[in-house]
């Protein structure tokens, strides 16, 4: 790929792929592999859209991208960035994401869960929204455009992660229902929700110092969590009924904490979610259960 003879887009991808393998990369960031990795940062690059046809791979490639595809991946291989940060792009239940190295690189499971509508989670269709600790909004956003008439709250103490959200609520044309409001988890908001969806960092010290080079490029305000990685998920715990629906649901993420949370509540009755397409470690409690049981949460 560093000689600038004219090759064609497959050729292009499998020596790029090639390359990839041998380095050893870690992937988790939107795919996780060799060629899916190729393809994401080329047809980004170049802005190729990922439903062409097959045919696209014929596609000439001309000296001018094959630099501009170079560039990226020598900073791929050799920083170990993240191809989104790279590209600029995530993509989130089926819907691109501006990002940067201000946000992590949306990949929760949580997107399941809003392609099908939450299935039979939810007692009603919910009106107000809270994506609570949303970081680039994708999990907020992507909720908004399943429940067409609902009114959501982006929320994040980091103002430059409320950047990117307010970015994204742009793009996806929802000013009008979608807010970003910089809060310290709950304490500028006021409610109620009749959904609160939250992502909030989970993540111990000791675990974000064994994490591959693929992470550290990702902001330690979104990863990390006093109380090997609890501390942030137990406030969330104690305070969400306080500003929910008298029917409202919370649905958060913990990831591979939940061994730990669950060993720390064995009387809380958690709901651990599963998911037909990978992903583990989401929570659904309802308001009277956080209610109920709020003496195990301090």
Known sequence: MTAMHMLSLGEVLDKLATRFDEADLFYGHGTDNAWDEAVYLVFCALQIPFTADEQIMSRAITAQEQQKVEALATRRLVERLPVAYLVGEAWFAGLPFTVNEQVLIPRSPIAELIQQEFATLLPRTPEHILD???????????????????????????????????????????????????????????????????????????????????????????????????????????????????????????????????????????????????????????????????????
């Open 132 to 298: 609570l600790c949303t970081g680039s909004g994708c999990i907020g956003i992507a909720t908004a455009l399943t429940f067409e008439d609902s009114r959501v709250d982006l929320a994040d103490i980091s103002p430059q992660a409320l950047e990117v959200a307010r970015a994204n609520v742009q793009r996806h044309g929802l000013e009008s229902r979608v807010r970003a409001v910089q809060s310290d988890l709950f304490a500028a908001l006021q409610g109620p929700y009749d959904l609160i969806l939250c992502n909030p960092p989970y993540v111990s010290q000791q675990e974000v110092d064994e994490l591959p080079p693929e992470y550290r490029h990702e902001p330690a305000l979104g990863l990390l969590s006093e109380d090997d990685g609890l501390a942030i998920p137990l406030r969330i715990l104690r305070e969400a009924a306080d500003l929910l629906a008298p029917e409202g649901v919370l649905i958060m993420e913990v990831g591979y904490s939940r061994e730990a949370l669950s060993a720390r509540l064995p009387g809380v009755p958690l709901l651990w979610l599963e998911f037909a397409h990978g992903g583990d470690g989401v929570l659904l409690l309802t308001r009277e259960q956080l209610r109920d049981f709020a003496q195990h949460f301090v």
